[in-house]
């Protein structure tokens, strides 16, 4: 069986796109893989170093885990500032880690365009924090999207040149987890190509039925086709992708042959969108609401994946320490 680790940097409410990009294939992949998925809380102090609700923001990324179906007993699911081990990891990877290359990664570069008043150590080692996390459980797979390939490539690097400095095959390098045509990116409704939360085009899991159709009939479109089989523009697209996911085949192939022979509009489209994701977040959101009533069950969650998370971390470090020549 194949170990798979994931982080997600917790950001409190999930949206449509975490859903259908990963936490729908995590569902799946946690039967047929030893899956280890937490919350990088401490990733999210390089960019907000005084960072609001670090607590409840990895605690409701737990919950709607659980909601969508994850199971504790099965998958790991764990915050990463339970994990104290990921951080000795992170101190060896640091001293294999050159400044050239750190400065070379493109998040770092681009961070440093977007807050040059808080270039700090925490940011220009995101990547051996990150591979620290992977390399902790000795992943064979991390799910990452485009964004996260060169993250993954440095773990890579740092593992090899683990293995060469101390004469080791102690680590594998970790692949990234193909999800074949199962990797879906669910755009924005604004016409751009990437829903998420800092873009602010997101439908978040728990929004409410009121709240999902205003967004949806406030979603862009264009003046309509006026030739049969024209393409579609980039916001009609859009809605077609996230239509594909929550819609049933027959309703797509209705809006579909609309829009081909150019009968479509935009308010009915719109309207069985709205209809079709609130039909689809319904259960999910009823499901977190419940749970967020469980208190001392999400404590016990949290608990239970910190220890189990903590024996394999423990495991790995120890091992490592010994290889390093330290006591064991
Ligand atoms: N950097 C990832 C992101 O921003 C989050 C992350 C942190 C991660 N550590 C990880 C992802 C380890 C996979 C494995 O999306």
């Not at 917790?10 to 998925?37: D, I, P």
């Not at 700090?120 to 990150?130: D, F």
Request: aromatic share 10%; with cysteine.
């Amino acid at each position: 069986m194949e170990t798979v680790v994931s982080g997600i940097r917790s950001t409190g409410n999930l949206h449509l796109g975490n859903y259908f990009g990963a936490l729908k294939n995590f569902v799946k992949m946690q039967y047929e893989n030893r899956c280890f998925f937490f919350i990088a809380d401490y990733h999210a102090l390089t960019t907000h170093p005084t960072a609001e609700n670090i607590k409840t923001n990895a605690r409701q990324v737990i919950i709607e885990y659980l909601a969508a179906g994850l199971d504790p007993e099965i998958a790991t699911l764990y915050l990463q500032s339970d994990v104290p081990e990921v951080l000795e990891l992170y101190l060896f990877l640091n001293m294999n880690a050159y400044l050239g290359e750190l400065q070379r990664c493109t998040s770092f570069k681009d961070k440093v365009r977007q807050q040059p008043e808080n270039v700090n150590a925490g940011l220009l080692t995101y990547p051996t924090l990150m591979a620290a996390d992977i390399l902790i459980h000795k992943a064979h797979k991390v799910p990452v999207g485009k964004d996260q390939e060169q993250h993954l490539e440095m773990t890579r690097m740092f593992a090899s040149r683990f293995n060469r400095l101390y004469k080791t095959d102690y680590f594998t390098e970790p692949q990234a987890y193909n999800f074949g045509e199962n990797l879906i990116k669910i755009p924005g409704l604004d016409g751009s190509m990437k829903m998420g939360k800092s873009e602010g085009n997101a439908i978040y899991l728990i929004d409410s039925p009121e709240i999902i159709r205003k967004k949806v009939m406030k979603a862009k479109t264009d003046a309509g086709p006026t030739q049969p089989n024209q393409t579609k523009s980039q916001e009609i697209q859009n809605l077609f992708t996230i239509m594909q996911q929550v819609s049933d085949k027959n309703t797509l192939h209705f809006f579909e042959q609309a829009y081909a022979d150019t009968s479509i509009r935009y308010g009915d489209f719109k309207k069985q969108l709205a209809d079709d994701i609130i039909a689809f977040c319904n259960p999910l959101r009823e499901r977190i609401l419940d749970l967020s009533e469980k208190n001392s069950y999400i404590d016990e969650v949290i608990e239970h994946g910190a220890e189990k998370a903590r024996q394999n971390a423990r495991n790995t470090i120890s091992e490592i320490r010994e290889i390093i020549g330290f006591r064991k």
